[in-house]
C-alpha cells in the first residue's frame, strides 16, 4: 500500500505520516527530507543556489523515484508539491490513497505562527499578515489539495483523532 499526504504547511503531513506508518508497519518518507539527504543540501540552500524551477524539476523526480521504488509507503510531501508540474497526477496514478489535511485558515495561522523561524515561506511576515498570506495561498492550492482521493477535515483534532480516522479511510 502507498499512502500519499497533501496539504498546507504546518497541516500535520510528517506528524500524522510517522504515526500511521509506524502503526500500519509501512516505510515512512518525507519527500524533503528525502530530497535534502539525496542532495546533500537544504532546500533552503538549493533554492538559493539554483532557483525554484530546478527545484522543483528535482522535487518531480524524487517523487515519481519515491514512489517507484517503494511497495509498502507512507509518503508526506511538501506544501507545493501536489501543485507544481504534474505532481498530483503522479501521486493519483502511483498510489492506492491520496488524503488532503484540510485546516481552516484560522488554524494554519495558529500553528504556523508558532514556528515561522522553520518556515522560510512566511519566516519575515508579521502575525497579522499571515491570514491574508495563508488565504491567497490556500485558494491557489486548494484545486489541487481537493484531487486527493480522500479528504479530511482536521480542525480541532489531535493527533491520534486524525490518525485514527484516516486508518478507518484506508482499512
Not at 518518507?29 to 540552500?45: G, H, V
Not at 511538501?78 to 492506492?96: R, V
Not at 519575515?124 to 495561498?137: N, T, V
Amino acid at each position: 500500500m502507498r499512502v500519499v499526504l497533501v496539504g498546507y504547511m504546518a497541516s500535520g503531513k510528517s506528524s500524522v505520516g510517522k504515526l500511521l506508518a509506524s502503526e500500519l508497519g509501512l516505510d515512512f518518507i518525507d519527500l524533503d527530507a528525502y530530497i535534502e539527504e539525496r542532495q546533500q543540501k537544504s532546500i533552503k540552500t538549493i533554492f538559493s543556489e539554483k532557483g525554484e524551477i530546478y527545484f522543483r524539476k528535482l522535487e518531480h523526480e524524487m517523487l515519481s523515484k519515491v514512489l517507484d521504488e517503494h511497495q509498502n509507503l507512507m509518503l508526506s510531501t511538501g506544501g507545493g508539491t501536489p501543485c507544481y508540474g504534474n505532481n498530483m497526477e503522479t501521486i493519483l496514478q502511483k498510489s492506492n490513497h491520496s488524503i488532503y489535511l484540510q485546516l481552516s485558515i484560522p488554524a494554519l495561522v495558529e500553528r504556523i505562527k508558532n514556528e515561522k523561524e522553520n518556515r522560510p515561506l512566511v519566516k519575515k511576515l508579521d502575525d497579522k499578515d499571515l491570514p491574508e498570506f495563508i488565504g491567497k495561498h490556500l485558494f491557489e492550492r486548494r484545486p489541487y489539495y481537493a484531487q486527493a482521493k480522500h479528504i479530511l477535515e482536521c480542525d480541532g483534532k489531535d493527533l491520534e483523532t486524525v490518525v485514527s480516522e484516516i486508518k478507518q479511510k484506508l482499512l
